[in-house]
């Protein structure tokens, strides 16, 4: 029997779901509808180039999500970190820490309109990683 295959969704609560959606519109490009923003990949196919997504339990004391005061955090895979977080702060988006670089890629983040630290993933060479 099959059991999970990957990350169906992520489902959060926040104050105005449409100033959220707005603001991610506007901010990070998503193309979002009445229910948020569908993310299509192909359920069977051979890819030339991996893409990875992260499942990972943080212990409850941790500070990584700081300043954002959630449970959670999502990681969004983006094209050019560096550009992007530029033209961020020049739209008064509060950027947080510096970027940060590894072997699998460049991390940023943003705290979004209802307070939530958001981490922006810019990957490298995912083949590298595979079990």
């Given at each position: ?53 992260q499942w990972s339990p943080f212990e409850s004391d941790s500070t990584y999500f700081d300043p954002g005061k959630q449970d959670f955090m999502i990681n969004y895979r983006v094209a ?52």
């Amino acid at each position: 029997m099959k059991k999970v295959t990957g990350i169906g969704g992520i489902f959060f609560k926040c104050k105005d779901t449409q100033a959220t959606k707005a603001w991610y519109e506007k901010h990070l490009g998503l193309p979002v509808d009445d229910y948020g923003c569908t993310f299509w990949q192909a359920e069977s196919v051979k890819l030339d180039k991996k893409a990875s997504q992260q499942w990972s339990p943080f212990e409850s004391d941790s500070t990584y999500f700081d300043p954002g005061k959630q449970d959670f955090m999502i990681n969004y895979r983006v094209a050019d970190l560096k550009s992007l977080l530029e033209e961020l702060k020049q739209n008064a988006v509060e950027v947080v820490g510096k970027i940060e670089e590894y072997d699998y890629g460049k991390f940023g983040w943003v705290i979004d309109c209802d307070g939530r630290k958001v981490e922006l993933w810019e990957p490298s060479n995912e083949d590298l990683f595979e079990k």
